[in-house]
């Protein structure tokens, strides 16, 4: 993809999100992010905010055709154990908005590792604890995959709130697992657009030097 494409974020208010907020834009991007409730962070970053809920498919619809044309869309969507989350219901929503717009821009959702063929090297611990998020991510990357856009799925492992180390990669291999800052996860998302060949491709992020 030449130039800067135009954004469009999901989960830009708080951590990873945040963090390909704050990159895109330093890069020149030019960012719309669809928001719950106004972001002053995202304010300050200039970054064009639409109000509308990813759980609310009108909304989700609503708030995408509002920005005109998009290039590239980018879902950090995920939730907590015991609350309603939009891992599956949201990226429903979200390809459903895109698809209604007739429009075919890069889609990058951010899934785990433990979702789809990762869950064969989860550990039972990891499964107790975020089984029906994982399954929730599982039934989302399928729909996904199945949508038609132009993909890519990208499964970190733990994330960690610190600077960047700029070692963190993406591996092909569902089996390799680790950790990596949201700040290195955001430029491997960001960098998923710089070529074609991330297209249909699914990928576990993780850091070898962390």
Request: overall charge neutral; charged content about 20%; proline content about 6%.
């Amino acid at each position: 993809m030449n130039g800067r494409p135009t954004l469009f974020l999901l989960g830009a208010s708080r951590g990873t999100g945040l963090e390909i907020a704050k990159l895109a834009r330093a890069q020149g991007h030019r960012v719309y992010a669809m928001v719950r409730t106004p972001s002053p962070a995202l304010e300050a970053l200039g970054v064009e905010m639409q109000i509308g809920d990813a759980m609310d498919r009108v909304a989700t619809e609503a708030a995408y055709r509002r920005c005109g044309e998009v290039e590239a869309v980018i879902s950090t969507l995920g939730g907590t154990p015991g609350e309603p989350n939009p891992n599956h219901v949201g990226t429903v929503h979200l390809v459903d908005a895109i698809v209604a717009c007739n429009e075919t821009p890069r889609l990058v959702i951010t899934s785990s590792l433990g979702a789809g063929e990762s869950r064969a090297y989860a550990s039972e611990r990891l499964l107790a604890a975020l089984g029906a998020i994982l399954e929730a991510k599982t039934k989302a990357e399928a729909y996904v995959a199945a949508s038609g856009l132009p993909y890519t799925i990208v499964r970190p492992g733990a994330l960690r709130d610190r600077p960047a180390s700029h070692t963190a990669l993406l591996s092909p291999d569902p089996g390799r697992w680790g950790s990596l800052s949201r700040a290195d996860l955001a430029a491997l998302l960001l960098a998923t657009l710089e070529t074609a060949e991330t297209i249909g491709q699914t990928y576990s992020a993780i850091d070898p030097g962390a």
